[in-house]
């Protein structure tokens, strides 16, 4: 089946920092999409990419979308405590409507 | 607002019990699906759904099933809980369009003892 590498699995940081995460595929995906969970909740949507090359701000966060449609990156600035979260990116590819996840980044924030 | 809702934040039952995990969603989505979270495993999709009364396997749906009797409601079958059952489960949807993103409820975290 597809897989997703995501990297890093885990980031320490200080408040205030920028923080970086990305995925890459064996496979070309369709959609990019970015999700956070909070400890004991579901994933929260934040940023969907549908093109190739396509750049999405979300207020601190940004996400493209690769050139090569096998790899996608989610950029925080200037981070808070609550960006703490584990941080999933999800491929979807041709007319199926699975997606595939990678194994997640747990960020932490040290105030 | 997109809303899913899973019917229990919290589970407990014991071997062998019959589990219903109840899922409904208010956005009118075709689409419905069941995963479940384990840690170092990620998200792992048991089944879904496209349109009321079809479903189709996902990749371990060995141990449940699933019914669709509604568009908006979604349920998880345990038939015989086992422990290697003890997880988060997660609910989602989305409209039939391949592109439309999934939308996740709060899960629930059942343990089988």
């Known amino acids: 089946g597809q897989q997703l590498n995501q990297s890093p699995q885990s980031m320490f940081i200080q408040e205030g920092e920028d923080v970086s995460m990305n995925c890459t595929s064996s496979?070309?995906?369709?959609?990019w999409l970015w999700y956070k969970q909070d400890p004991g909740e579901g994933p929260v949507l934040l940023i969907a990419?549908?093109?190739?090359?396509e750049l999405t701000s979300n207020g601190r966060l940004t996400a493209q979308f690769g050139i090569t449609r096998k790899d996608s990156f989610l950029n925080i600035s200037a981070s808070i405590p609550s960006d703490v979260g584990i941080y999933f990116c999800?491929?979807?590819?041709?007319?199926?409507?699975?997606?595939?996840f990678g194994k997640g980044t747990l960020l932490t924030v040290n105030p | 607002d997109v809303k899913v809702t899973q019917s229990s934040r919290y589970l407990v039952k014991r071997t062998g019990e019959k589990v219903f995990l109840e899922c409904v969603q208010d956005?009118?989505?075709?689409?419905m699906f069941w995963y479940r979270q384990d840690p170092g495993l990620g998200l792992r999709l048991i089944y879904f759904?496209?349109?009321?009364?079809?479903?189709e396997k996902g990749d371990i749906p060995e141990g449940y099933s699933v019914s669709r009797e509604k568009k908006e409601r979604f349920s998880l079958i345990l038939e015989s809980a086992s422990t290697n059952q003890t997880s988060m489960y997660l609910c989602?949807?989305?409209?039939?369009?391949?592109?439309?993103?999934?939308?996740f409820g709060n899960g629930t975290r059942l343990t089988v003892t």
């Open positions: 999800a491929g979807q590819g041709g007319s199926n409507y699975k997606l595939t």
């Open positions: 496979s070309i995906f369709n959609t």
């Open positions: 990419l549908y093109k190739a090359g």
């Open positions: 956005m009118d989505h075709e689409n």
């Open positions: 989602a949807s989305s409209f039939l369009n391949s592109n439309s993103p999934l939308h």
């Open positions: 759904s496209y349109d009321v009364k079809m479903k």
